[in-house]
């Protein structure tokens, strides 16, 4: 498993990653399985526990915590790490690091979580302890949203010591903020969200809004046309927009790298969103040497 580059748009990639003989375009997007959700898409991945007839290009590790017990049989297996939050102590980061190091040691050819909290040395502490692997996962995705700043410091600094042609996955992102987050490099996103705001009721346009309060359906997706926003209260319609949204979205990022034109994107995507602008206005104002390794300023 390797990931072969084939453009830049700044740190954001175009390319192709490599399974035995399949080839999928990054940036890309994971299908998420479960035992409730189970939507047709290129690519899938699904936790250990969750029975399935499709076949996951990843196994994630799931509830697994890390364990001397546990024997990794899949090579599409994500390792197990010590979970641990965003703001625990650093004693606790320190140790989810140690043991997650520890577990990684025996399947150095599998892909790896890289824990390390909200401690940038440690978070490169971790990368760069897993070594050369398939497929990183960023850990604490959902959390690390909720502060810009950090999301910038971790994303930057894991992109640029894990090795560039290992896969970067940032989980539970909301598409809206896949374009930012695929110009800082990441290449692999998951449909947890899409799942997660169908269940509340919200649809993404591309970001979240709660159905009740619509009086149209401002989209003319497949599920969308020729329907009122009541209809879209149904759970299967619902997700299934919203997955198309960020299928949608990660082709537009695409697209947007064949044609060197992602920053642009980017910026007008972030015009309408608080989050995306303020990512861009902090690797605008702290990160110009990372921007600049992909961009030159002449």
Do not use: W
């Not at 890309?28 to 991945?45: C, G, Q, R």
């Not at 909200?118 to 690390?144: S, V």
């Amino acid at each position: 498993m390797t990931l072969e580059i084939t453009r830049h748009s700044g740190p954001a990639r175009l390319g192709k990653f490599h399974m035995g003989e399949q080839k999928l375009a990054t940036p890309n997007m994971f299908s998420v399985l479960t035992e409730a959700v189970d939507i047709e898409h290129d690519i899938y991945i699904a936790s250990p526990e969750v029975k399935t007839k499709r076949t996951p290009i990843f196994v994630g590790s799931g509830s697994l915590n890390i364990s001397d017990k546990i024997k990794i049989k899949k090579d599409n297996q994500i390792l197990p790490d010590y979970h641990v939050g965003l703001n625990v102590p650093r004693e606790m980061a320190e140790k989810s690091v140690r043991e997650t190091l520890r577990f990684a040691e025996n399947y150095p050819e599998h892909s790896a979580v890289i824990q390390g909290s909200r401690f940038g040395d440690l978070r490169e502490e971790c990368a760069e302890g897993l070594g050369d692997r398939p497929l990183f996962i960023i850990a604490n995705g959902r959390r690390l949203i909720r502060n810009p700043r950090l999301l910038v410091d971790v994303v930057s600094s894991v992109r640029e010591t894990v090795p560039p042609n290992a896969a970067l996955y940032f989980p539970f992102a909301l598409p809206h903020l896949f374009y930012v987050l695929a110009y800082m490099g990441v290449d692999f996103f998951d449909s947890a969200e899409c799942i997660l705001n169908a269940r509340v009721g919200k649809i993404l346009l591309p970001g979240p809004a709660d159905m009740a309060s619509l009086k149209e359906l401002p989209c003319n997706c497949s599920v969308c046309v020729g329907r009122v926003p009541e209809d879209l209260l149904d759970f299967d319609l619902l997700l299934s927009h919203n997955f198309q949204e960020a299928v949608k979205i990660t082709k537009e990022i695409r697209e947007s790298i064949r044609a060197n034109a992602l920053r642009e994107l980017v910026e007008e995507k972030a015009s309408g969103d608080v989050g995306s602008m303020a990512m861009l206005r902090i690797l605008d104002a702290e990160k110009q040497d990372f921007l600049e390794k992909y961009t030159p300023v002449s």
